[in-house]
Structures are given as structure tokens and as C-alpha cells.
Nanobody, 121 residues
Framework: VQLVESGGGLVQAGGSLRLSCTAS????????MGWFRQAPGKEREFVGG????????LYADFVKGRFTISREIAKSTVYLQMSSLKPEDTAVYYC???????????????WGQGTQVTVSS
């Protein structure tokens, strides 16, 4: 599967940004999509994920109430809506595909190229 993220950019603290991840290459029933991020000098961390069927979601504690993940099946696209952004949210954000919804990176076998999000103070 090929994954392409878009929507990153520069935003001021307190602002919002919506990332998109469009998938192609295979059918996605039974699959889940996850969002991860990696800041310079830090480990990659799980942000949240969603199942294609049913739309069940899982979020990291640090984004609850600020980030929302949704999917648009007809467009094979998953969204990460980010609000109340903080400078510490600055990172490269990646989407990834897995056969189960998990916060464990190694559960995901396909990854996008990433999109940079920079939050200025």
C-alpha cells in the first residue's frame, strides 16, 4: 500500500491544522490507520489511529481533546485534525497502515513519507 500525507505547515500556538493521508494499492477492509510523529532528537511516538471498518479510534493521552482522527472511506483518506496546537507538537507526522489498531509502531507495515508540522510560540 502507498500512503501519502499532506497538510503540514507552520502554525502559531493555539492554532489548528488538518493532515490528510491518502492510501492506494490495496483494499483496506479490516485494516487500521495510525498517525505517528517524530520530533528532532526524540523517539517516534504514537498519536492516534482509526479502523477503516467501524471507525473505532485510539488516542495517545497527550492528544486527547485536542486531536481528532476521522476517515473518508470513499476517498481512502484518513484525517488528523489538530487543534490547540503547542510548540511541543512540532514534529514530522507520519501515517501508517496495520492489520489491527495498535499504538505499537511495529504493528504497522506501510508508512508514508511524513509531513512537517511546525508550531511557533
Amino acid at each position: 500500500v502507498q500512503l501519502v500525507e499532506s497538510g503540514g505547515g507552520l502554525v502559531q500556538a493555539g492554532g489548528s491544522l488538518r493532515l490528510s493521508c491518502t492510501a492506494s494499492g490495496r483494499t483496506f477492509s479490516g485494516y487500521a490507520m495510525g498517525w505517528f510523529r517524530q520530533a528532532p532528537g526524540k523517539e517516534r511516538e504514537f498519536v492516534g489511529g482509526i479502523t477503516w471498518i467501524g471507525g473505532s479510534t485510539l488516542y495517545a493521552d497527550f492528544v486527547k481533546g485536542r486531536f481528532t482522527i476521522s476517515r473518508e472511506i470513499a476517498k481512502s483518506t484518513v484525517y488528523l485534525q489538530m487543534s490547540s496546537l503547542k510548540p511541543e507538537d512540532t514534529a514530522v507526522y507520519y501515517c501508517a497502515a496495520s492489520n489491527l489498531l495498535s499504538n505499537y509502531g511495529r504493528s504497522y507495515d506501510s508508512w508514508g513519507q511524513g509531513t512537517q508540522v511546525t508550531v511557533s510560540s
